[in-house]
């Protein structure tokens, strides 16, 4: 069974960048449109091996969704921020919350996808 | 300042997805009236200090940077998607600029419009507005923001920005 890849972002565009670099790989694609969506996605997909969430998105931001996600569960799916932030202080917000990983966009598929291997492993 | 950061920033964009972009000479703003447009605009938030960065781009451009295939019943829909990618990006990266001269913001959500040859007009004074080639094609950048006084950069080492397609793991 491949592993589960959830991926976080209000564009669809970027949702489908990063679901055929990694469905060509091999993973498994959940996507969703905002951070309430992804804290749905989240829990319907406890299996899930690895999440990608944009930061500036409507309703809810995803370092406020990782917080949150953080509270209710702290074995949490790990996550990668994809964004265009870039400031060391969003980073090390990130890094206390939990994240495993940052990429500033526009991201480059084959790292996108190293950076996926190395924290979700290998994708079955 | 801010112009030159401005255009530096709708420059480097275009260059990172391999498109040449050239600055043109004030006043050369007008679009031809026969080219529908899209522009997107997005929100500055900082301190008591509010503005926005907008654009306003020839339909072909957006069409031509979509990273995803089209899909002739979607294209409408996926250029939008993608002009509100863009103007993201595009702020995500004068934001991490900014950041040098520590000068911090929020970034809002963006919103997308079209029609033909849209005017963005800002209060007298007030305003950066910009226009430039891009393959052959137009794109004028808007941004509805000031400084105060004389900002110069950091140049002690502490500010730290990661630069586009970094990754970092940890």
Same mark, same amino acid.
């Given at each position: 069974?491949?592993?589960?890849?959830?991926?976080?972002?209000?564009?669809?565009?970027?949702?489908?960048?990063?679901?055929?670099?990694?469905?060509?790989?091999?993973?498994?694609?959940?996507?969703?449109?905002?951070?309430?969506?992804?804290?749905?996605?989240?829990?319907?997909?406890?299996?899930?091996?690895?999440?990608?969430?944009?930061?500036?998105?409507?309703?809810?931001?995803?370092?406020?969704?990782?917080?949150?996600?953080?509270?209710?569960?702290?074995?949490?799916?790990?996550?990668?921020?994809?964004?265009?932030?870039?400031?060391?202080?969003?980073?090390?917000?990130?890094?206390?919350?939990?994240?495993?990983?940052?990429?500033?966009?526009?991201?480059?598929?084959?790292?996108?996808?190293?950076?996926?291997?190395?924290?979700?492993?290998?994708?079955? | 300042?801010?112009?030159?950061?401005?255009?530096?920033?709708?420059?480097?964009?275009?260059?990172?997805?391999? +498109?040449?972009? *050239?600055?043109?000479?004030? &006043?050369? !703003?007008?679009?031809?009236? $026969?080219?529908? %447009? =899209?522009?997107?605009? @997005?929100?500055?938030?900082?301190?008591?200090?509010?503005?926005?960065?907008?654009?306003?781009?020839?339909?072909?451009?957006?069409?031509?940077?979509?990273?995803?295939?089209?899909?002739?019943?979607?294209?409408?829909?996926?250029?939008?998607?993608?002009? +509100?990618?863009? *103007?993201?990006?595009?702020? &995500?990266? !004068?934001?991490?600029?900014? $950041?040098?001269? %520590? =000068?911090?913001?929020? @970034?809002?959500?963006?919103?997308?419009?079209?029609?033909?040859?849209?005017?963005?007009?800002?209060?007298?004074?007030?305003?950066?507005?910009?226009?430039?080639?891009?393959?052959?094609?137009?794109?004028?950048?808007?941004?509805?923001?000031?400084?105060?006084?004389?900002?110069?950069?950091?140049?002690? &080492?502490?500010?730290?920005?990661?630069?586009?397609?970094?990754?970092?793991?940890?």
């Amino acid at each position: 069974m491949a592993k589960t890849v959830i991926v976080i972002d209000d564009s669809q565009t970027v949702r489908r960048q990063v679901r055929m670099v990694l469905a060509d790989a091999g993973y498994d694609v959940v996507e969703a449109s905002d951070g309430h969506d992804g804290a749905k996605q989240i829990s319907l997909n406890a299996h899930a091996s690895l999440a990608i969430c944009d930061i500036n998105m409507p309703l809810v931001n995803g370092l406020d969704l990782l917080e949150k996600v953080g509270a209710q569960n702290p074995s949490h799916v790990p996550f990668i921020m994809l964004t265009t932030e870039g400031s060391s202080e969003l980073i090390e917000r990130a890094v206390t919350l939990g994240a495993k990983g940052w990429i500033v966009k526009p991201f480059k598929p084959d790292m996108l996808l190293a950076a996926v291997r190395k924290l979700a492993g290998a994708p079955t | 300042m801010l112009r030159g950061i401005f255009s530096d920033v709708v420059q480097e964009f275009f260059f990172s997805y391999g +498109l040449d972009c *050239a600055p043109r000479a004030d &006043g050369e !703003l007008e679009a031809s009236e $026969a080219d529908t %447009e =899209l522009g997107s605009m @997005i929100a500055i938030r900082g301190g008591d200090r509010h503005g926005s960065l907008a654009f306003v781009a020839s339909m072909g451009l957006v069409a031509s940077m979509l990273p995803v295939s089209t899909q002739a019943e979607l294209l409408e829909m996926q250029q939008r998607d993608w002009c +509100l990618e863009m *103007a993201n990006q595009l702020l &995500g990266r !004068l934001k991490n600029k900014l $950041a040098a001269y %520590e =000068l911090a913001f929020d @970034i809002g959500s963006p919103v997308c419009f079209s029609g033909k040859c849209i005017r963005l007009v800002f209060q007298p004074g007030a305003g950066v507005a910009l226009s430039f080639t891009v393959a052959s094609q137009h794109f004028r950048g808007y941004l509805d923001w000031s400084i105060e006084g004389d900002a110069s950069p950091v140049t002690s &080492g502490r500010i730290r920005i990661a630069a586009e397609g970094e990754i970092y793991l940890f």
